[in-house]
């Protein structure tokens, strides 16, 4: 299905995708990025707080290392609480950064075989382990980060600012 390519590749698109987010959201006001917008998760805030919870989740179940339970600004929680992961938006840029280096780190480890294999984990949400195919775990991982940064997007041009520019050809070659 995937490769190990495949999840570099997509490791640089989220890093780039979320730089350019974040010049963005630095480009609103604090009212703004809080202001309710009917979204499933409220506000530009709390949905890149769930942006960024989800990534931080999906790595500390690919790479065993820390999750949100251990942030300092919020013991805990979970999809519901994400969007409170970061009080502000210099705390969730600190943070971005933390993840999308995290996130390129794993990417580095994986070959250039087929991802194969289960992978199971203990999902809170359904208070049970799942195991899937380890490749659908990985395309789900980056399609959440697509489906979140759709909203955003959404939410950021409503709000009268730009939005990212997403298309897959025009990502630098650099990132």
């Known amino acids: 299905m995937i490769t190990g390519a495949y ?6 698109y989220n890093r780039w995708q979320n730089n350019q987010l974040a ?4 480009g609103l006001s604090p009212e ?3 202001r309710e917008r009917g979204a499933f998760f409220g506000s530009i805030l709390g949905t ?17 290392g820390p999750g949100p339970e251990s ?42 075989d087929l991802i194969t294999g289960p992978f199971t984990w203990y999902s809170a949400a359904k208070e049970a ?16 980060q697509t489906h979140h940064r759709g909203q955003l997007h959404k939410m950021l041009t409503e709000a009268g600012s730009e939005a990212p520019v997403s298309d897959l050809c ?3 070659e650099e990132v």
Request: charged fraction near 20%.
């Open 32 to 34: 703004e990025l809080s």
């Open 7 to 12: 999840a570099r590749h997509m490791s640089r």
């Open 48 to 64: 890149a707080n769930h942006l960024l919870w989800g990534d931080w989740i999906w790595m500390s179940r690919f790479d065993k």
């Open 129 to 144: 382990d799942v195991t899937l195919p380890y490749a659908q775990c990985v395309m789900h991982f980056f399609n959440h």
């Open 23 to 26: 010049g963005f959201l630095q």
């Open 170 to 172: 025009f990502m630098p």
């Open 71 to 112: 942030n300092t600004h919020r013991k805990g929680g979970g999809i519901h609480e994400s969007v409170k992961l970061c009080p502000d938006l210099a705390h969730w840029l600190t943070l971005r950064d933390t993840i999308d280096a995290r996130i390129a780190v794993w990417a580095n480890t994986l070959g250039d």
